[in-house]
């Protein structure tokens, strides 16, 4: 049996108003785009959606930037180009994630609908 130690991070967050409230989000619907969080102030600088690609629908080339993005592959097939040129293959329960300044694009490679949900957060500096 293998033991792993994963170190947590705590960072102090502060607010100009008032905190970030707790929410539900439908991620059911037709739309190409569902969105869950939209940033400050719904959240601390978090955003995330629910993206829907029909069979050989892409997303776009877009850039994390500043940012890093996790993908949760909730249905389908498709690939993802990392950077132009790395493609990596991913389904139903597969996450993806993109380091910042990583320009990528999502392909719906399969013939259902391509769903899955990405969350953004801005990169802090670590002590």
């Known amino acids: 049996m293998r033991r792993f130690v994963i170190p947590l ?3 102090t967050v502060a607010y100009a108003g008032n905190p970030p409230e707790p929410k539900v989000v439908s991620l059911s619907g037709d739309g190409k785009e569902v969105p869950i969080l939209t940033g400050v102030p719904e959240s601390a600088g978090m ?14 080339e877009h850039t994390t930037g500043d940012h890093e993005e996790v993908l949760v592959v909730l249905e389908g097939r498709g690939e993802i180009v990392l950077n132009g040129s790395r ?3 991913v389904e139903a329960n597969h996450a993806v994630y993109c380091p910042p300044r990583t320009v990528h694009n999502v392909t719906n490679t399969g013939t ?4 899955y949900v990405y969350v953004v957060a801005p990169v802090t500096a670590s002590n």
């Open 47 to 60: 955003r995330s959606g629910r993206i829907l690609l029909a069979p050989g629908e892409s997303v776009g």
């Open 87 to 89: 493609k990596l293959p």
């Open 9 to 11: 991070l705590f960072a």
């Open 112 to 115: 259902v609908p391509l769903r």
